[in-house]
Protein backbone atom coordinates (compact mmCIF):
# COMPACT_ATOMS: atom_id res chain seq x y z
CA UNK A 1 0.00 0.00 0.00
CA UNK A 2 3.30 2.22 -0.38
CA UNK A 3 2.94 4.76 -2.61
CA UNK A 4 5.33 3.95 -5.79
CA UNK A 5 7.32 7.07 -7.29
CA UNK A 6 9.58 5.14 -9.63
CA UNK A 7 7.23 5.05 -12.28
CA UNK A 8 5.53 8.42 -12.06
CA UNK A 9 7.55 11.23 -13.85
CA UNK A 10 8.94 13.85 -11.21
CA UNK A 11 11.03 17.07 -12.48
CA UNK A 12 13.40 19.01 -10.32
CA UNK A 13 11.74 22.06 -9.03
CA UNK A 14 14.64 24.50 -10.73
CA UNK A 15 14.34 22.80 -13.96
CA UNK A 16 10.70 22.31 -14.74
CA UNK A 17 9.76 26.09 -15.85
CA UNK A 18 12.90 25.70 -18.40
CA UNK A 19 11.77 22.27 -19.80
CA UNK A 20 8.15 23.24 -20.63
CA UNK A 21 8.95 25.45 -23.38
CA UNK A 22 6.99 24.19 -26.74
CA UNK A 23 8.03 24.68 -30.40
CA UNK A 24 5.58 26.77 -32.10
CA UNK A 25 6.85 25.14 -35.54
CA UNK A 26 6.15 21.54 -34.16
CA UNK A 27 10.05 20.76 -35.34
CA UNK A 28 10.91 20.32 -32.21
CA UNK A 29 13.15 24.07 -32.17
CA UNK A 30 11.89 25.17 -28.78
CA UNK A 31 10.20 28.82 -28.85
CA UNK A 32 11.73 30.71 -26.05
CA UNK A 33 8.92 30.95 -23.75
CA UNK A 34 7.45 34.42 -23.22
CA UNK A 35 8.82 37.25 -21.06
CA UNK A 36 7.02 36.99 -17.29
CA UNK A 37 5.36 39.96 -15.39
CA UNK A 38 7.35 40.57 -12.64
CA UNK A 39 6.26 42.92 -9.40
CA UNK A 40 7.41 46.47 -9.60
CA UNK A 41 9.13 45.92 -5.97
CA UNK A 42 9.45 43.65 -2.89
CA UNK A 43 6.72 45.57 -1.72
CA UNK A 44 3.88 45.03 -4.24
CA UNK A 45 4.29 41.18 -3.78
CA UNK A 46 4.36 41.39 -0.04
CA UNK A 47 1.39 43.50 0.22
CA UNK A 48 -0.21 41.49 -1.87
CA UNK A 49 0.33 38.12 0.17
CA UNK A 50 -0.80 40.36 3.27
CA UNK A 51 -3.97 41.68 1.45
CA UNK A 52 -5.32 38.37 0.08
CA UNK A 53 -4.23 36.36 3.55
CA UNK A 54 -6.26 39.33 5.72
CA UNK A 55 -10.13 39.14 4.36
CA UNK A 56 -13.51 39.24 6.02
CA UNK A 57 -13.01 36.18 8.34
CA UNK A 58 -10.89 38.23 10.20
CA UNK A 59 -13.81 40.79 11.19
CA UNK A 60 -16.47 38.26 11.00
CA UNK A 61 -15.19 35.23 12.40
CA UNK A 62 -12.20 35.56 14.68
CA UNK A 63 -13.40 37.61 17.54
CA UNK A 64 -16.60 35.44 17.55
CA UNK A 65 -14.37 32.30 18.18
CA UNK A 66 -12.14 34.47 20.97
CA UNK A 67 -15.36 35.26 22.85
CA UNK A 68 -16.19 31.25 22.70
CA UNK A 69 -13.42 29.38 23.44
CA UNK A 70 -12.16 31.05 26.26
CA UNK A 71 -11.24 34.18 25.45
CA UNK A 72 -7.78 35.37 25.73
CA UNK A 73 -7.07 31.97 26.25
CA UNK A 74 -8.42 30.57 21.97
CA UNK A 75 -4.83 32.33 21.44
CA UNK A 76 -2.73 29.75 22.73
CA UNK A 77 -4.25 27.59 19.81
CA UNK A 78 -4.50 29.93 17.65
CA UNK A 79 -1.00 31.22 17.57
CA UNK A 80 0.24 27.61 17.43
CA UNK A 81 -1.66 26.91 14.66
CA UNK A 82 -0.56 29.75 13.09
CA UNK A 83 3.28 28.57 13.45
CA UNK A 84 2.93 24.73 12.67
CA UNK A 85 0.39 25.01 9.76
CA UNK A 86 -0.05 28.96 8.69
CA UNK A 87 3.71 29.58 8.11
CA UNK A 88 4.65 26.22 6.67
CA UNK A 89 2.04 25.89 4.30
CA UNK A 90 2.28 29.59 3.06
CA UNK A 91 6.10 28.95 2.66
CA UNK A 92 5.91 26.13 0.54
CA UNK A 93 3.28 27.33 -1.88
CA UNK A 94 5.70 30.14 -2.01
CA UNK A 95 8.60 28.70 -2.83
CA UNK A 96 6.69 26.62 -5.17
CA UNK A 97 5.65 29.30 -7.48
CA UNK A 98 8.67 31.44 -7.17
CA UNK A 99 11.06 28.37 -8.15
CA UNK A 100 9.01 27.01 -10.55
CA UNK A 101 7.81 30.49 -12.00
CA UNK A 102 4.61 29.22 -13.17
CA UNK A 103 0.92 29.08 -11.78
CA UNK A 104 -1.15 26.84 -9.83
CA UNK A 105 -1.84 24.61 -12.81
CA UNK A 106 1.61 24.73 -14.07
CA UNK A 107 3.54 24.70 -11.75
CA UNK A 108 2.37 20.74 -11.17
CA UNK A 109 4.92 19.90 -14.49
CA UNK A 110 6.82 19.18 -11.45
CA UNK A 111 4.79 15.81 -10.94
CA UNK A 112 2.39 15.86 -14.12
CA UNK A 113 0.27 13.23 -12.21
CA UNK A 114 -0.89 16.09 -10.09
CA UNK A 115 -2.13 18.23 -13.02
CA UNK A 116 -6.03 18.03 -11.16
CA UNK A 117 -4.82 19.73 -8.15
CA UNK A 118 -3.91 22.39 -10.03
CA UNK A 119 -6.89 22.49 -12.02
CA UNK A 120 -8.77 21.76 -8.91
CA UNK A 121 -7.21 24.97 -7.06
CA UNK A 122 -8.53 27.74 -9.93
CA UNK A 123 -11.99 25.76 -10.04
CA UNK A 124 -12.14 26.67 -6.60
CA UNK A 125 -10.72 30.45 -6.97
CA UNK A 126 -13.29 30.57 -9.89
CA UNK A 127 -16.60 29.78 -7.68
CA UNK A 128 -15.74 31.93 -4.50
CA UNK A 129 -14.93 34.79 -6.40
CA UNK A 130 -18.05 34.65 -7.58
CA UNK A 131 -19.67 34.83 -3.82
CA UNK A 132 -17.03 36.25 -2.27
CA UNK A 133 -17.85 40.04 -4.98
CA UNK A 134 -21.36 39.66 -4.32
CA UNK A 135 -20.33 39.90 -0.75
CA UNK A 136 -18.29 43.15 -1.44
CA UNK A 137 -21.25 44.20 -3.54
CA UNK A 138 -23.48 43.91 -0.42
CA UNK A 139 -21.08 46.32 1.28
CA UNK A 140 -21.00 48.61 -1.49
CA UNK A 141 -25.16 48.56 -1.24
CA UNK A 142 -24.79 49.49 2.64
CA UNK A 143 -21.83 52.11 2.05
CA UNK A 144 -24.35 53.54 -0.90
CA UNK A 145 -27.18 53.54 1.88
CA UNK A 146 -24.69 55.49 4.36
CA UNK A 147 -24.54 58.65 1.84
CA UNK A 148 -27.82 60.17 4.00
CA UNK A 149 -27.97 63.72 4.31
CA UNK A 150 -29.89 62.95 7.96
CA UNK A 151 -28.20 60.94 10.93
CA UNK A 152 -30.93 58.07 9.96
CA UNK A 153 -30.00 55.36 8.35
CA UNK A 154 -32.45 52.98 6.47
CA UNK A 155 -31.87 49.92 8.24
CA UNK A 156 -32.77 51.82 11.78
CA UNK A 157 -36.18 52.92 10.13
CA UNK A 158 -39.63 50.20 9.17
CA UNK A 159 -40.52 52.69 6.74
CA UNK A 160 -39.47 50.81 3.75
CA UNK A 161 -41.22 48.59 1.32
CA UNK A 162 -39.88 45.39 2.18
CA UNK A 163 -40.76 46.03 5.76
CA UNK A 164 -43.28 43.99 7.85
CA UNK A 165 -45.78 44.89 10.74
CA UNK A 166 -43.20 42.95 13.22
CA UNK A 167 -40.57 45.46 12.01
CA UNK A 168 -39.41 47.84 15.33
CA UNK A 169 -36.72 50.00 15.93
CA UNK A 170 -34.17 50.03 18.56
CA UNK A 171 -35.91 52.34 21.12
CA UNK A 172 -39.16 50.12 20.59
CA UNK A 173 -37.34 46.80 20.87
CA UNK A 174 -35.70 48.26 24.46
CA UNK A 175 -39.25 48.79 25.73
CA UNK A 176 -40.70 45.96 24.32
CA UNK A 177 -38.24 43.81 25.77
CA UNK A 178 -38.65 45.83 28.81
CA UNK A 179 -42.02 44.36 28.97
CA UNK A 180 -41.51 40.99 27.92
CA UNK A 181 -43.34 41.56 24.56
CA UNK A 182 -40.26 41.37 22.23
CA UNK A 183 -40.79 37.64 21.14
CA UNK A 184 -42.39 38.04 17.32
CA UNK A 185 -40.44 41.42 17.15
CA UNK A 186 -37.69 41.78 14.33
CA UNK A 187 -34.97 44.75 14.47
CA UNK A 188 -35.24 47.19 11.47
CA UNK A 189 -31.57 46.29 10.65
CA UNK A 190 -32.32 42.24 10.22
CA UNK A 191 -35.27 42.91 7.76
CA UNK A 192 -33.07 45.11 5.88
CA UNK A 193 -30.64 42.47 5.05
CA UNK A 194 -32.72 39.87 4.79
CA UNK A 195 -35.65 41.40 2.93
CA UNK A 196 -34.21 44.53 1.46
CA UNK A 197 -30.84 43.13 0.50
CA UNK A 198 -30.92 39.48 0.05
CA UNK A 199 -34.64 39.40 -0.65
CA UNK A 200 -34.74 35.69 1.28
CA UNK A 201 -38.75 36.27 1.69
CA UNK A 202 -39.02 35.88 -2.25
CA UNK A 203 -36.90 32.46 -2.46
CA UNK A 204 -37.46 29.37 -0.22
CA UNK A 205 -33.90 27.94 -1.09
CA UNK A 206 -31.45 27.16 -3.24
CA UNK A 207 -33.73 25.29 -5.05
CA UNK A 208 -36.14 28.43 -6.13
CA UNK A 209 -33.47 31.29 -7.54
CA UNK A 210 -35.58 33.54 -7.89
CA UNK A 211 -34.71 36.66 -10.05
CA UNK A 212 -31.51 39.50 -10.20
CA UNK A 213 -31.81 41.96 -7.71
CA UNK A 214 -31.01 45.25 -9.96
CA UNK A 215 -29.54 46.71 -6.95
CA UNK A 216 -26.93 44.27 -6.17
CA UNK A 217 -26.31 43.52 -9.51
CA UNK A 218 -25.26 47.58 -10.20
CA UNK A 219 -23.17 47.13 -7.59
CA UNK A 220 -21.33 43.87 -8.50
CA UNK A 221 -21.10 45.54 -11.65
CA UNK A 222 -19.38 48.16 -9.42
CA UNK A 223 -17.20 45.75 -8.03
CA UNK A 224 -16.07 44.22 -11.46
CA UNK A 225 -15.02 47.19 -12.50
CA UNK A 226 -13.02 48.32 -9.63
CA UNK A 227 -11.32 44.60 -9.81
CA UNK A 228 -10.92 45.07 -13.53
CA UNK A 229 -8.89 48.37 -13.66
CA UNK A 230 -7.13 47.08 -10.72
CA UNK A 231 -5.83 44.01 -12.89
CA UNK A 232 -5.75 45.74 -15.89
CA UNK A 233 -1.93 45.33 -16.78
CA UNK A 234 -1.06 42.51 -14.27
CA UNK A 235 0.90 42.86 -11.12
CA UNK A 236 1.85 46.40 -12.37
CA UNK A 237 -1.24 47.57 -11.52
CA UNK A 238 -2.33 45.41 -8.75
CA UNK A 239 1.23 45.86 -7.00
CA UNK A 240 0.17 49.77 -6.74
CA UNK A 241 -3.48 49.00 -5.70
CA UNK A 242 -2.81 47.12 -2.87
CA UNK A 243 -0.82 50.00 -0.81
CA UNK A 244 -4.10 51.66 -0.20
CA UNK A 245 -6.33 48.33 -0.12
CA UNK A 246 -4.07 46.63 2.16
CA UNK A 247 -3.25 49.19 4.48
CA UNK A 248 -5.98 51.17 4.43
CA UNK A 249 -8.17 48.22 6.66
CA UNK A 250 -5.44 48.94 9.38
CA UNK A 251 -5.82 52.41 9.52
CA UNK A 252 -9.91 52.70 9.43
CA UNK A 253 -9.87 49.69 12.53
CA UNK A 254 -7.54 51.72 14.36
CA UNK A 255 -10.26 54.70 14.05
CA UNK A 256 -13.18 52.77 14.96
CA UNK A 257 -11.85 51.04 17.55
CA UNK A 258 -10.62 54.46 19.39
CA UNK A 259 -14.50 55.36 18.90
CA UNK A 260 -15.92 52.15 19.85
CA UNK A 261 -13.45 52.32 23.08
CA UNK A 262 -14.86 55.68 24.09
CA UNK A 263 -19.04 54.40 24.20
CA UNK A 264 -21.15 53.05 27.26
CA UNK A 265 -20.51 49.41 27.86
CA UNK A 266 -17.40 49.04 25.34
CA UNK A 267 -15.31 48.10 28.40
CA UNK A 268 -17.68 45.46 29.14
CA UNK A 269 -17.67 43.70 25.48
CA UNK A 270 -13.53 43.77 24.93
CA UNK A 271 -13.68 41.81 28.62
CA UNK A 272 -15.28 39.63 27.00
CA UNK A 273 -13.33 38.83 24.23
CA UNK A 274 -9.87 39.26 26.16
CA UNK A 275 -10.86 37.82 29.42
CA UNK A 276 -9.12 33.99 29.16
CA UNK A 277 -10.73 31.08 30.41
CA UNK A 278 -7.90 28.56 30.13
CA UNK A 279 -10.74 25.54 30.86
CA UNK A 280 -12.38 25.91 27.65
CA UNK A 281 -8.82 24.42 26.12
CA UNK A 282 -9.58 21.13 27.70
CA UNK A 283 -11.75 19.82 24.75
CA UNK A 284 -10.77 19.49 21.06
CA UNK A 285 -13.31 21.79 19.39
CA UNK A 286 -11.33 24.87 20.25
CA UNK A 287 -8.34 23.47 18.56
CA UNK A 288 -9.76 22.13 15.77
CA UNK A 289 -11.29 25.87 15.15
CA UNK A 290 -8.07 27.26 15.60
CA UNK A 291 -6.31 25.20 12.87
CA UNK A 292 -10.01 25.89 10.83
CA UNK A 293 -9.62 29.67 10.92
CA UNK A 294 -5.95 30.11 10.57
CA UNK A 295 -6.51 27.71 7.49
CA UNK A 296 -9.25 29.79 5.67
CA UNK A 297 -7.88 33.37 6.71
CA UNK A 298 -4.57 32.54 5.26
CA UNK A 299 -6.00 31.00 2.04
CA UNK A 300 -3.31 28.48 1.72
CA UNK A 301 -4.96 25.65 -1.12
CA UNK A 302 -6.42 27.99 -3.04
CA UNK A 303 -3.40 28.58 -5.16
CA UNK A 304 -3.34 31.85 -5.34
CA UNK A 305 0.18 32.23 -3.10
CA UNK A 306 1.07 30.26 -5.99
CA UNK A 307 0.15 32.53 -8.50
CA UNK A 308 1.57 35.13 -6.55
CA UNK A 309 5.02 33.94 -6.16
CA UNK A 310 5.25 33.46 -9.83
CA UNK A 311 6.77 36.89 -10.75
CA UNK A 312 8.86 36.88 -8.02
CA UNK A 313 12.15 36.65 -8.57
CA UNK A 314 13.90 33.04 -7.44
CA UNK A 315 16.30 34.23 -5.30
CA UNK A 316 13.73 36.36 -3.29
CA UNK A 317 13.32 35.23 0.57
CA UNK A 318 10.26 33.62 0.68
CA UNK A 319 10.49 32.15 4.19
CA UNK A 320 10.28 36.15 5.16
CA UNK A 321 7.49 36.82 3.69
CA UNK A 322 5.55 33.78 5.34
CA UNK A 323 6.25 35.40 8.11
CA UNK A 324 5.56 38.62 7.88
CA UNK A 325 2.38 37.84 6.47
CA UNK A 326 1.27 35.38 9.25
CA UNK A 327 2.17 37.84 11.77
CA UNK A 328 0.05 40.84 9.56
CA UNK A 329 -3.12 38.31 9.70
CA UNK A 330 -2.68 37.24 13.35
CA UNK A 331 -2.54 41.23 14.40
CA UNK A 332 -5.76 42.13 11.75
CA UNK A 333 -7.81 39.43 13.14
CA UNK A 334 -6.76 40.77 16.93
CA UNK A 335 -7.32 44.10 16.10
CA UNK A 336 -10.42 43.38 14.31
CA UNK A 337 -11.72 42.02 18.11
CA UNK A 338 -11.36 44.76 19.37
CA UNK A 339 -13.09 46.68 16.99
CA UNK A 340 -16.08 44.26 16.60
CA UNK A 341 -16.82 43.95 20.71
CA UNK A 342 -16.22 47.74 21.41
CA UNK A 343 -19.09 47.96 19.60
CA UNK A 344 -21.04 44.71 20.84
CA UNK A 345 -20.70 46.05 24.37
CA UNK A 346 -22.29 49.12 23.22
CA UNK A 347 -25.25 47.58 21.33
CA UNK A 348 -25.80 44.77 24.41
CA UNK A 349 -26.03 48.00 26.69
CA UNK A 350 -28.32 50.04 23.66
CA UNK A 351 -30.69 47.18 23.41
CA UNK A 352 -30.92 46.04 26.68
CA UNK A 353 -29.90 42.53 25.77
CA UNK A 354 -26.80 40.37 27.83
CA UNK A 355 -23.83 40.14 25.96
CA UNK A 356 -24.09 36.73 24.63
CA UNK A 357 -27.71 37.49 22.83
CA UNK A 358 -26.13 40.24 20.04
CA UNK A 359 -22.80 38.58 19.96
CA UNK A 360 -22.79 36.19 16.56
CA UNK A 361 -20.15 35.27 13.31
CA UNK A 362 -20.60 35.40 9.70
CA UNK A 363 -23.20 37.39 7.83
CA UNK A 364 -25.22 38.45 10.61
CA UNK A 365 -22.63 40.00 12.51
CA UNK A 366 -21.50 42.24 9.77
CA UNK A 367 -24.83 43.22 7.96
CA UNK A 368 -27.28 43.22 11.01
CA UNK A 369 -25.62 43.55 14.52
CA UNK A 370 -22.90 45.83 13.94
CA UNK A 371 -25.09 48.38 11.53
CA UNK A 372 -27.64 49.21 14.39
CA UNK A 373 -24.39 49.93 16.50
CA UNK A 374 -23.42 52.32 14.30
CA UNK A 375 -26.64 53.39 13.63
CA UNK A 376 -26.79 55.09 17.37
CA UNK A 377 -24.56 56.90 16.94
CA UNK A 378 -23.94 60.43 16.33
CA UNK A 379 -22.68 60.97 12.68
CA UNK A 380 -24.09 57.95 11.88
CA UNK A 381 -23.38 57.92 8.41
CA UNK A 382 -19.95 59.06 8.62
CA UNK A 383 -18.72 55.78 11.21
CA UNK A 384 -21.14 53.48 8.45
CA UNK A 385 -18.89 54.88 5.49
CA UNK A 386 -15.93 53.96 7.60
CA UNK A 387 -16.76 50.64 8.33
CA UNK A 388 -18.28 49.55 5.17
CA UNK A 389 -15.23 51.08 3.56
CA UNK A 390 -13.11 48.85 5.97
CA UNK A 391 -15.09 45.17 4.62
CA UNK A 392 -14.86 46.64 1.03
CA UNK A 393 -10.98 46.90 1.32
CA UNK A 394 -10.55 43.30 3.06
CA UNK A 395 -12.78 42.32 0.20
CA UNK A 396 -11.15 43.70 -2.97
CA UNK A 397 -7.77 42.41 -1.85
CA UNK A 398 -8.62 38.94 -1.64
CA UNK A 399 -10.53 38.92 -4.45
CA UNK A 400 -8.03 40.54 -6.30
CA UNK A 401 -5.76 37.36 -5.33
CA UNK A 402 -8.62 35.09 -6.15
CA UNK A 403 -8.86 36.45 -10.20
CA UNK A 404 -5.48 36.61 -10.67
CA UNK A 405 -4.48 33.16 -9.73
CA UNK A 406 -6.94 31.79 -11.92
CA UNK A 407 -5.78 34.14 -14.92
CA UNK A 408 -2.45 33.34 -14.01
CA UNK A 409 -3.38 29.47 -13.90
CA UNK A 410 -5.23 29.10 -17.39
CA UNK A 411 -2.90 31.94 -18.71
CA UNK A 412 0.61 29.52 -18.36
CA UNK A 413 -1.28 26.15 -19.02
CA UNK A 414 -2.92 27.66 -22.10
CA UNK A 415 1.01 29.10 -22.99
CA UNK A 416 -1.16 32.44 -23.76
CA UNK A 417 -2.29 35.67 -21.67
CA UNK A 418 -6.09 35.46 -21.33
CA UNK A 419 -7.91 38.55 -22.12
CA UNK A 420 -8.79 40.34 -19.17
CA UNK A 421 -12.19 42.61 -20.75
CA UNK A 422 -13.17 38.90 -22.02
CA UNK A 423 -12.94 37.28 -18.79
CA UNK A 424 -14.71 40.05 -16.76
CA UNK A 425 -17.61 40.04 -19.34
CA UNK A 426 -18.23 36.28 -18.45
CA UNK A 427 -17.68 36.33 -14.90
CA UNK A 428 -19.88 39.11 -14.44
CA UNK A 429 -22.52 37.46 -16.76
CA UNK A 430 -22.36 34.39 -14.10
CA UNK A 431 -22.57 36.34 -10.79
CA UNK A 432 -25.94 37.60 -11.60
CA UNK A 433 -26.71 34.20 -10.43
CA UNK A 434 -25.38 34.83 -6.88
CA UNK A 435 -27.44 38.12 -7.06
CA UNK A 436 -30.73 36.84 -6.93
CA UNK A 437 -33.30 36.29 -3.85
CA UNK A 438 -31.08 32.87 -2.70
CA UNK A 439 -28.07 34.14 -3.33
CA UNK A 440 -26.43 33.45 0.12
CA UNK A 441 -27.11 29.84 0.09
CA UNK A 442 -24.14 28.99 -2.74
CA UNK A 443 -21.96 30.77 -0.14
CA UNK A 444 -22.60 28.25 2.05
CA UNK A 445 -21.60 25.37 -0.40
CA UNK A 446 -19.05 26.35 -3.00
CA UNK A 447 -15.77 25.70 -0.69
CA UNK A 448 -16.24 23.90 2.43
CA UNK A 449 -14.45 20.44 2.58
CA UNK A 450 -12.68 20.40 -1.02
CA UNK A 451 -10.31 23.33 0.36
CA UNK A 452 -9.20 21.03 2.99
CA UNK A 453 -8.89 18.35 0.75
CA UNK A 454 -6.35 20.35 -1.76
CA UNK A 455 -4.01 21.82 0.19
CA UNK A 456 -3.89 18.05 2.33
CA UNK A 457 -3.10 16.36 -1.21
CA UNK A 458 -0.45 19.20 -2.21
CA UNK A 459 1.40 18.40 0.87
CA UNK A 460 1.06 14.62 0.30
CA UNK A 461 2.20 15.33 -3.40
CA UNK A 462 5.13 17.30 -2.82
CA UNK A 463 6.10 15.23 0.65
CA UNK A 464 5.57 11.76 -0.76
CA UNK A 465 5.77 12.09 -4.37
CA UNK A 466 8.07 15.01 -5.59
CA UNK A 467 9.81 14.14 -2.57
CA UNK A 468 10.64 15.46 1.18
CA UNK A 469 14.78 14.85 0.78
CA UNK A 470 14.10 16.86 -2.84
CA UNK A 471 11.89 19.52 -2.02
CA UNK A 472 14.58 20.21 1.05
CA UNK A 473 17.45 20.49 -1.40
CA UNK A 474 15.38 23.14 -3.21
CA UNK A 475 14.94 25.25 -0.18
CA UNK A 476 18.93 25.26 0.33
CA UNK A 477 18.98 27.33 -2.94
CA UNK A 478 16.74 29.85 -1.30
CA UNK A 479 17.46 32.78 1.45
CA UNK A 480 15.03 31.33 3.24
CA UNK A 481 17.11 28.16 4.25
CA UNK A 482 16.70 28.85 7.71
CA UNK A 483 13.18 27.30 7.86
CA UNK A 484 13.92 24.13 5.80
CA UNK A 485 14.02 21.73 9.43
CA UNK A 486 10.93 22.81 10.32
CA UNK A 487 9.00 22.82 7.12
CA UNK A 488 10.26 19.50 6.94
CA UNK A 489 9.33 18.17 10.19
CA UNK A 490 5.39 19.47 9.19
CA UNK A 491 5.93 18.36 5.78
CA UNK A 492 6.47 14.71 7.10
CA UNK A 493 3.97 15.34 10.07
CA UNK A 494 1.40 15.49 7.05
CA UNK A 495 3.24 12.33 5.24
CA UNK A 496 2.55 10.15 7.81
CA UNK A 497 -1.01 11.09 7.58
CA UNK A 498 -1.16 9.03 4.54
CA UNK A 499 0.90 6.09 5.36
CA UNK A 500 -0.84 2.75 5.36
CA UNK A 501 0.51 2.06 8.26
Known sequence: GEVKTEDIEVVDLGQSAAGSQIGADGSG?????????????????????????????????????????????????????????????????????????????????????????GLAQNLMSYLVAFYYNVIIGWCFLYLFNSLSPTDALPWMKCDNHFNTRWCVTVEQYRNLSAQNLSANAVLASEEFFERGVLGLHQSSGIDRLGSPKLGLVICCFVVFTCLYFSLWRGVKTSGKVVYITATLPYILMLILVGNGARLPGATKGITYFILPDVSKLNSIEPWIEAAIQVFYSTGAGFGVHLALASYSSKTSNCYRDSLIATAANVSASFLAGFVVFSYLGYMAEVTGKPIEEVTTEGPGLVFQVYPVAIGTLPMAPLWSILFFGLLITLGLDSAMGGIESVLTGFGDYLEKRLGKYRFFRQAFSAVVVYARFSGVHPAVHSAGLSIIFVAFTQAFVVSWIYGLDQFCQDVKTNPGVRARNLLAIVLEIHRSRFHPG
Open 29 to 117: GGQQQRERESWGSRVDFLLSVVGFAVDLSNVWRFPYLCYKYGGGAFLIPYLLMNFFQAVPLLYMELLLGQMNQRGPIAVWDICPIARGL
